[in-house]
C-alpha cells in the first residue's frame, strides 16, 4: 500500500511540475533549463546532435556552418527535407494522446510538441520518411478531435516530426489559438 501511495505522489509531482513548466514563457524555460544543465550545455547538445538521423545531421551541420557562432538566429532549425530550414512557426510544448494510422495499421503515441505547420510525436513506430499518415487527436480547446492528413517530414530516435497537409481554415483556426494561449 505505501509503495502505491508513493507512486501517485510521484505521478501527481510530475504532472504539477509539467503544468507549471508548460505555462512558463518560453525565455523562462529557457533559464530553467540552462539552471537544471548547470550549465553544461554543450554536453546535451551533443547528447541530442547523436540522436538525430544521419540526414538531420548533415541538414544541421550545412546550416550552422553558413553563420559564424556568435551570429547564430534566435530561430529554431528544422531538420526536415522540404521545408525552410530556419523555423518561423512558434511551437508549444503539450502532452497530448494521438491515434495515427499508415498502410490499414493503427497505433498510438503522444503528441510533445505542436506548431500551424506539424506536431512531433514520441512513438516507437518509425514510419517512412515522405509517407502519408492519418492522426486523430484533440486539443483542450475543442470539443470534438481533430482528424488530419500528414506527411512524416522526419524520424528521430524518440518519435516521428509530421508535417500537416492542408488544414481547414477551421482548423487552423483552433490549433493556432491552442499554440499561442
Known sequence: MI????????????????????ALSEDRQLILLKQLLKNNITNHLFKLIIDMSDYQQHILLEELEKLPADEMPVRTVSLDENGVLMRGHTRKACLTSVDFSFQNSSFKGHILDISL???????????????????????????????LTCIVAWIGQNGIGVKFKKLTKNYEKIIKSFVEN
Request: proline fraction near 8%; glycine fraction near 6%.
Open 3 to 22: 509503495a502505491s501511495d508513493e507512486q501517485l505522489d510521484e505521478n501527481s509531482l510530475i504532472s504539477r511540475l509539467f503544468r507549471i513548466v508548460n
Open 117 to 147: 505547420v506539424g506536431v512531433f510525436i514520441e512513438t516507437g513506430e518509425l514510419l517512412p520518411v515522405g509517407e502519408k499518415i492519418k492522426v486523430t487527436f484533440s486539443l483542450p480547446n475543442h470539443p470534438k478531435p481533430l482528424a
